[in-house]
Nanobody, 127 residues
Framework: EVQLQASGGGTVQAGGSLRLSCAPS????????IGWFREAPGKEREGVSL????????FTADSVEGRFTISGDIAKNTVYLQMDDLKPEDTAVYYC????????????????????WGRGTLVTVSS
């Protein structure tokens, strides 16, 4: 069973930075695609950034492109989301999720294909 622990949320002023961490237990991140998703009050869940560390494939939402950077540390078995130039509209609960990579190396970018989810971490950006 994949267990995910997201951490690093908090409250910052607009323009500030935070780094979220996601450390799966029981599995290695080289075998999984890891995604960061967020849910803001009254809004649908949004995919923020996804990574497959085995081939450095990265997908990032247009809304955070140029401000958020996803990365993975294989030795620490941890995926990070560096969030810079935060805006009030980035306020949300952020979740990390995992999807096992298929034998042909493929995986899918949308939330329903991520079948393991961790507890969220709240990010609040004040104006």
């Amino acid at each position: 069973e994949v267990q995910l622990q997201a951490s690093g949320g908090g409250t910052v002023q607009a323009g500030g930075s935070l780094r979220l961490s996601c450390a799966p237990s029981g599995v290695k991140i080289v075998d999984y695609a890891i995604g960061w998703f967020r849910e803001a009050p009254g809004k649908e869940r949004e995919g923020v950034s996804l990574i497959s560390v085995v081939d450095d494939t990265v997908f990032t939402a247009d809304s955070v492109e140029g401000r958020f950077t996803i990365s993975g540390d294989i030795a620490k078995n941890t995926v990070y989301l560096q969030m810079d130039d935060l805006k009030p509209e980035d306020t949300a609960v952020y979740y990390c999720a995992a999807q096992e990579i298929l034998s042909d190396g493929s995986w899918f970018k949308t939330a329903p294909y991520f079948d393991s989810w961790g507890r969220g971490t709240l990010v609040t950006v004040s104006s």
